[in-house]
């Protein structure tokens, strides 16, 4: 039914990305330990380590969801495997090619490589133009795999289909699955801020090449790094949410979920919102118009409306008083539900604006999206991996280990966060190599963080055992 | 269509970004801000007695540093600033002292000044002397230097925006255009931007140019590379379904 | 520590926590059977309206209190020139030349009156957070090259302040502050 090379590549895409993502765990926690000064680690070291970490974990969890959307997806239209697989190699290559920029160049600029920094000393001459280069080949691929995936869903659906516009008529004719809109709504945005990274790397390489006789705005590079990064880091959420839609009601054996008219208007508003929310970065940039400030506010804020509005509550409503066949994938689902709304509590704090000028670029700010991350993003793609990993084996599901992992993970979690929030409260800044006396909590809060850390990296190893023998399994199973 | 309009724009926009502005010493109009201005007693050419802080006190003045036998930047200075003030019809609430800081300038120098730009029956523009010359630039924070070869003043060109309770809250040097002066009787009049663009440097892709008198921002060419994206995404997506769609068909 | 913003936080987390919990539970006991909805997606209308209307009067309540709109409307007496390199603050009473940026050794401001910070930056993007002298962050803007923002902010209590950089500019980001008095 489904092609078995489909099967393969995805597999292949979840041994990836869990593989890289326990390397990024890793250096995350060596940064929170040289933090609470267990470890020295050069200023330099760290701050390439910090790079690393936020640009992989950023494509892997990109790359994961859509590795997901790509295989359900199947289900509906005819996806290109060329075009998988062309994103596949783009997405390693560039991830090598950042690596060799950081640990070997020492590009150390973070993963936002805020203009004009990038173009400042580092280590070798090389890394800087390498780094953007391995951000253009990762686009690219990127761009290749989600046109795809979009000319795959228009060459079934039209476009007022797709979009699921004919929901706003009386009487629809057609149905559009959730899924289908969704993916759609977000592939759409991911498509826009691919292009805002190309326009961004276009303006940074005529910097470069022109030896400085062209000078970019330092606004207008600000603007267009979150648009790219901003988006691209709450797009991937969308894409866990996309398979949520589909496989939680399926997994809990329940009727498949419909699209309804106001679920097309929330997500059709989502595309809006999402697009114009970036501006909650430039807050603090007061040269940035008072206009653009209260939109980024809004934004931020009706931006949850489609979200908790229609999927939390959809999700909530689904289980109350409801005999639902628990299994961990749709424990992860419901877990990551609510880790997401956490992290999106702490997220719409900090997007008040008055609030933001007290939190900007304090741990607050990595204690959010933390959160909607390695609670949210993370478990809504394991969930994945999961059932994934068991639809093509006759086994059923061992549960002894199951309750341990999510306990590992929970525990850890909610630990690891729980540092990041009142170190952000208590103002403690983030992204800094070591802190100053003046702040008696931080040592220890980076300590306990670090630990906390290393609990939730113990469940993460016991998903990757267990996840990636299936996967390599199907991969090397002769096709059938 | 919208794709035959949108990429000359992106062709001119590059173009025009090669070429590149040289940064001016904009810092220097940072001197002395929210520093009281000496209150010089001055004359003006009808021969009323009166001083800085009076003039002020009725309405908000904008000063302009010049001589009456300079060769050099006075009168351009002048005739742009009555140009640009000309253009802006928003916002009236200001008068405009032009002042020597040469001490051989008497009163009907600075009548014939004014006769010349056809301003002596302007009620917006005072010209005057002072005999405190010294104290008044001094507090200013400008800095003529007398050339003997040339016999000249080497000196800015130079707008002091003094607000109604006497304090200095924003200086223009060089020749600036309307926008800039509009920003100047803004903050005469304590109106409150939150930020100012450092003049002289590549302002041709800023996102915005703000306009004091209106309070809005006008969009900049920045800001159509910020909306690009998203129009290049639309245009994508009807691409691809044209394209899709062909194929089938054939 | 501000702990008006975690005890919210926290608040609002443990409510959507218990909630969910509250809910895995009832669909664990055994005695309902499939009283839930065939299609999840019906029916939320109003939960939308409701949480709208939250987030309407949070926003309208918050949007007035941004530092944009703090002492728009008033006089500053004093004037403080920020120039951020990396890496570190120069701060001058006087406009500050930046091809020979010189600051003053000491700043000083009087309790309770209006400072005006002039912020700059003459190479990468910085930040310019003031921290009060117990170490709490209690006021922020960036430092952006080619362009100058305007903060304003009314110390009440005198002491020594901190200013730490919050945006990340380079290898020795962390060490990058300077300080002034407040009498």
Sequence with gaps: MIASRLKKITSLWVVIVLLLFVISIILGILMRLNQGDVIQLSPVTFYTDMTVHGLTMISIWYVAGMAAVNFIMERYVTTSKPANIIALVFTLIGVLMLWASTFIGKFHAGWTFLYPLPFKEMLKAWATPLFLFSIAVLGVGWLIWCVSLIAGMLKKYSLAQVFAWQYFRKGPKTETPPFILISMITLVGIVTCLLAAVILLVLLFAEYFSKGAFVNDALLIKNLTYFFGHTIANEMLYLGLAVIYELFAEISGKPKWKTTWYVALAWNCTLFFILTAFFHHLYMDFVQPEGLQILGQLASYLASLPAAGVTVFSIVVAIYRTKINWTLANLLFFIGVMGWVVGGLGAVIDATISNNFVLHNTLWVPAHFHTYNAMGNVLFSLGFFYWFSFQFSNKMDDNKLSALKLFFLVFGGIGFLAAFYIGGADSIPRRYSNYPDEFPLAKTLAIIGGSFATIYLIGILLFFVNISKRCVKILFSRSS | MCKNLILPFILIAFCKFTVYCQPTSGWQEEVNIYKQIYNAPITLINGEQTSIDKLAEKKPVIIALVYTRCTGICSPLLLQLKESLQLNKNNNNYTVLVVSFDSRDLIPDMRQMAHLFNLNNNSHWNFAITDSINRLISSIGFKPVWNNTIKQFDHDALLVGVNSQGYISKKLVGLRNEKELELMIGSINNVYTPTYRLPGQNTLFSCFNYNPITGKNKPGMGLLLIALPAILSILLLVVINKFVHRKEEV | ?183
């Excluded at chain 3, 987390?13 to 664990?28: D, R």
């Excluded at chain 3, 209190?65 to 390199?85: E, G, L, M, R, T």
């Design chain 3, 1 to 183: 520590m501000h702990y008006s913003i975690l005890v919210l936080f926290l608040i609002l987390a443990v409510i959507s926590i218990s909630v969910f919990v509250y809910v895995f539970l009832t669909s664990k006991s055994n005695d309902n059977q499939s009283t839930g909805m065939a299609n999840a997606l019906q029916k939320r209308f109003w939960f939308i309206l409701i949480l709208l209307v939250i987030l309407c009067i949070f926003a309208s309540v918050t949007i007035p209190k941004s530092p944009y709109y703090q002492f728009a409307d008033k006089q500053p007496s004093k004037v403080i020139h920020v120039a951020a390199q990396q890496f570190n603050f120069i701060m001058s009473n006087n406009a500050i030349d930046p091809k020979s940026p010189v600051g003053d050794a000491y700043i000083t401001v009087d309790a309770n009156e209006l400072v005006e910070f002039r912020v700059t930056s003459l190479d990468v993007n910085h930040g310019f957070a003031i921290y009060d002298p117990a170490f709490k962050l209690i006021a922020q803007t960036q430092a952006m090259p080619g362009y100058i923002n305007r903060l304003r902010y009314q110390f009440k209590e005198p002491g020594l302040y901190h200013i730490l950089c919050l945006e990340y500019c380079g290898m020795a980001h962390q060490v990058m502050r300077s300080y002034f008095t407040v009498k």
